[in-house]
């Protein structure tokens, strides 16, 4: 639970009593590579943090196609937090693209955490606004930048990913069909 610690350590002012407590309620668990971490469906209890692998956040059109609209690191906090929040079943499935080990933050964890760490109310906004500035940017680019620009970008924000994932995946990503993405790759080389 190291790389969980230092992660907390570096967003807030935490003691090792407090990280003692709040992870005392956490358990490290490992997917194997493209198992489902959660479902759509049903109520998310958990927030995931992802020690190694890589979890791809996938959603499921009316006709049934998937899409993916997100994908998780190392070192990141995961979840269906909108559904997570308002106590509703989630759309979306998260699966492990890699063999992937997470702390499981339970429900409970993380209500403790808002009602007894110093500064937990503090943690909870900073990973909010995380993924808030995510999604917004990932809105604005969708829209405003062409496909070609998304595809030059995708790299800052998931570094490594063309070695991590299928092409498929992160043409499903960048909101455009794998044909377009060998041409986009083929006009770069």
Not at 30 to 58: C, D, H, W
Not at 93 to 121: D, F, N
């Amino acid at each position: 639970m190291e790389q969980i610690r230092q992660v907390m350590k570096s967003m807030i002012n935490i003691s090792e009593e407090e990280l003692d407590g709040f992870l005392g309620q956490a358990m490290i668990k490992t997917f194997k590579r493209l198992a489902s971490i959660s479902r759509p469906n049903k109520v998310p209890q958990e927030i995931y943090f992802i020690n190694q692998g890589m979890i791809r956040v996938i959603v499921n059109d009316q006709k049934g196609n998937e899409h993916t609209i997100h994908f998780a690191l190392e070192n990141q906090f995961i979840a269906d937090y909108s559904c997570f929040m308002q106590k509703q079943p989630s759309l979306y499935t998260l699966q492990a693209l890699e063999t992937t080990e997470v702390v499981v933050l339970p429900r409970s964890a993380i209500e403790w955490g808002y009602a007894h760490l110093k500064e937990g109310q503090k943690m909870g906004r900073l990973i909010a606004e995380f993924y808030f500035i995510y999604q917004d940017n990932r809105i604005k680019n969708q829209y405003a930048r062409t496909a070609k620009q998304r595809y030059d970008s995708i790299t800052e924000v998931f570094p490594n990913i063309h070695n991590r994932v299928p092409q498929h995946m992160i043409a499903s990503y960048l909101g455009i069909t794998p044909v377009h993405l060998s041409r986009l790759k083929k006009a770069i080389d």
